[in-house]
């Protein structure tokens, strides 16, 4: 017993002069590590409601559509520091619509409307004029639109058809052959002017003759009813999107294959995302926050360091200039990353 007090002794004794030639006490050795720095910061002034979609314009002005409040666009001109609102989308006093979707087609902002109408604006917003309607008697709902390098600006009317103008919008007649009784999620168009639809129950389209003719795309193999929420084209071989069960890429006339190697449990509801200007794609989710992983690379990791996951639904994300991430959420506001 000697020999073993003795012993402890002298490892008491070490101990403490390690301690003090590293001029350390015991209480900063069992400190923490001090909290990491979060990479995300709430902006002020989009307080409630869903953040159905977020776009920058050519000047870097960000522009809002809230599905709370769909009379006009927000917009911010300095990233979310202040705000404004849009002219509303209306022809008199007899007629205010509700935005479902906007585009911008050279410095021209376009607003599609539920009810078939389609407004331009060419001052950033502070004047709507009515261009066209589209749609038909039943089917009214202008979901989504985009715009082609060559100019052409598309408009997926929910249920009935996607249109097209070849005068930024003046007028518009239906694609070719309509794709029918579809629910249209998402549009893409690449720098060669081919064009992707996504549709509710795992249903995607390419076009490659300006939408006379469409063809259908596989369906994601044991997703077949999986939603597609958002895509994106980066040269000319490989598509990409994000569904309600992660993430999947679609090579030429191959298969959707999944790539949700990093993403918690295997899989997760992805319903944004965004490519940066050195190859890094951003995507947002459902829960579990904001993943990014390298273009053609396919490995997702998590940058959520000041985002409480629990409570944050991410239905929009956009890109400015300088590469900074912007999140919409429902009932959490706007998020943007501090880099």
């Known amino acids: 017993m000697k020999v073993i007090r003795t012993r402890l002794l002298l490892i008491l004794a070490v101990s403490l002069v390690i301690l003090a030639g590293y001029g350390c006490s ?109 749609g038909s008697s039943q089917m009214m709902d202008i979901r989504h639109m985009a715009t082609a390098p060559n100019g052409n600006i598309y408009a997926a009317v929910y249920g009935h058809a996607i249109y097209r103008s070849e005068d930024g919008g003046q007028s518009w007649e239906s694609s070719g052959s309509s794709i029918e009784n579809k629910d249209f999620t998402s549009i893409e168009v690449d720098s060669n002017g081919r064009i992707y639809l996504g549709c509710w129950a795992g249903d995607s389209y390419r076009s490659t003759d300006n939408a006379q003719t469409w063809e259908p795309l596989e369906k994601i193999e044991d997703y077949e009813l999986a939603t597609i929420t958002s895509m994106e084209k980066e040269g000319n071989d490989l598509l990409v999107c994000g569904f309600t069960e992660g993430f999947a890429i679609y090579r030429g006339d191959s298969n959707w294959v999944i790539k949700n190697a990093g ?77």
């Open 26 to 134: 015991e209480e900063e050795l069992i400190e923490p590590d001090p909290p990491v720095d979060p990479v995300w910061e709430r902006i002020q002034g989009i307080e409630s409601g869903a953040v159905s979609d977020m776009q920058f314009d050519s000047q870097d002005n960000l522009f809002v559509l809230l599905d709370s409040d769909r009379k006009w666009l927000y917009h911010s001109p300095d990233y979310g520091n202040t705000w404004a609102v849009t002219d509303s989308v209306s022809i008199d006093t007899t007629y205010t619509g509700r935005i479902s979707s906007f585009c911008f087609h050279g410095d021209n902002l376009l607003a599609g409307t539920r009810e078939g109408k389609l407004f331009i604006s060419d001052d950033g917003g502070n004047t709507f004029n009515l261009l066209d309607s589209i």
């Open 263 to 339: 993403f918690p449990g295997g899989n997760s509801d992805l319903r944004c995302m965004g490519l940066t200007s050195d190859g890094t794609l951003y995507v947002g989710t459902i829960y579990d926050g904001v993943y990014r992983t390298n273009w053609d690379e396919w490995v997702w990791r998590p940058v959520n360091d000041g985002l409480a996951l629990m409570e944050l639904k991410i239905i929009s994300l956009a890109i400015d200039m300088n590469d900074r991430i912007y999140i919409g959420t429902v009932d959490n506001g706007i998020w943007h990353s501090i880099w």
